[in-house]
């Protein structure tokens, strides 16, 4: 199966990817890695607010860690032209995970969203992790994950350097 | 305008840089991506000590994160072997904030160092970033930044390997 | 001397490396770039529990993240196929020291690491870092590190492109 038709078997449907004219910037590409920023938790499209261990449970933060990783998805989408066929490999997630001191399931959280990119990428979507507890995100959300990715290495691209 | 244009025009003048003789260095190049280390923010040549919601305010650290940005600017022109022109792309900011626990505009904080960079670099200056809040820094430091840039593939490298 | 021979002379012995089959995995390698996942401390086997500033000391923690440092090195050979004679240079540590809200010696901690890196691999030892303080780390470890290290670009990868 492709991870097109995985995507569809899993009945995951890709959100539009808005990219902000800002000085940072949803991905930046160097050769055939692609770095993509920390992407926020989102509920009903707006930040997913909560500390864990205070104010929300490792179980929804694993629906938002997930949540996050169709929105990485969608944002990889983006810098492969439009076209999930050309990553070679998912390298890397470090997952943030806004959480108050004696909280120690970071783990846990994080692999729902390591688990959702093995099953749309298969081989290709073993990556290496860090996952830990941090004292505060953004906005308040209670999770952020940014990703490490590579992309073919197109012939196109070798040539223009 | 070049780079250094730029720089005069904001009325920046980059900090000699010096590099320590120990195990870390201040950046480590691999093919031509070069890994700066986290620099911590300074205030009248000091470690600038403070914690955001607690005994600095998110207009004073935003001061910090642009003085580390200028601070690592200077490492990068060392970088490239003195020479600012060298650099292609700043591809990623990682920008520690050091936060209390209800702290939630580590991404404003952060925004000053972008938008410095992104004055003095244009387009090659747009990056992924992750911006979020820590327990705490070294020395007590209020902002930590780390930067990946890469640099100009020369034939001189390329043989060289 | 030779990589093995000065983890001899340190009268270091390099632990089993057990690869796990999960979706994320211990390392992940794009091009020569190979990506170690956050290694937590253990003592005896199992998870270093402690968090410094208030239940575990400097000291304490330095053994800690040396003991790491170690694991990460095992790792690396599992990486480089059995043989560390295969890394060109250990590009950057990022550490991840488990800190109450006043504790600031996260370098010092982290030093113990880059230390060893340095003794056994020199000047391809010599490596950008960052080292700060989180909230908590997963099952309450009480140092966390990951690395990124260059592999010998082999003609044998080139070609299998």
């Known amino acids: 199966m492709s991870v097109y038709e995985k995507l569809q078997a899993l009945n995951i449907t890709l959100p539009a990817v808005v990219l902000p004219d800002t000085a940072d910037v949803m991905y930046a590409q160097s050769g055939n890695t692609v770095y993509l920023s920390g992407h926020l938790a ?19 933060a694993k629906l938002a860690a997930r949540g996050i990783a169709i929105e990485l998805i969608a944002t990889l989408q983006a810098a492969g032209g439009g076209d999930l066929k050309r990553v070679e490999r998912i390298v890397k997630l470090m997952s943030l995970v806004n959480s108050i001191g004696d909280f120690t399931e970071q783990h846990l959280v994080t692999n729902s969203a390591s688990e959702l990119i093995d099953e ?26 940014e990703m490490i990715a590579e992309i073919e290495w197109s012939a196109q691209f070798w040539w223009r350097r």
Request: glycine share 16%.
């Open 120 to 145: 749309v990428f298969g081989e290709q979507g073993k990556h290496a992790r860090s996952a830990y507890g941090v004292a505060q995100l953004s906005l308040g959300a209670c999770v952020e994950i």
């Open 42 to 60: 989102k509920k009903d499209g707006k930040i997913w607010v909560g500390q864990l261990g205070k104010d929300i449970t490792t179980e929804e």
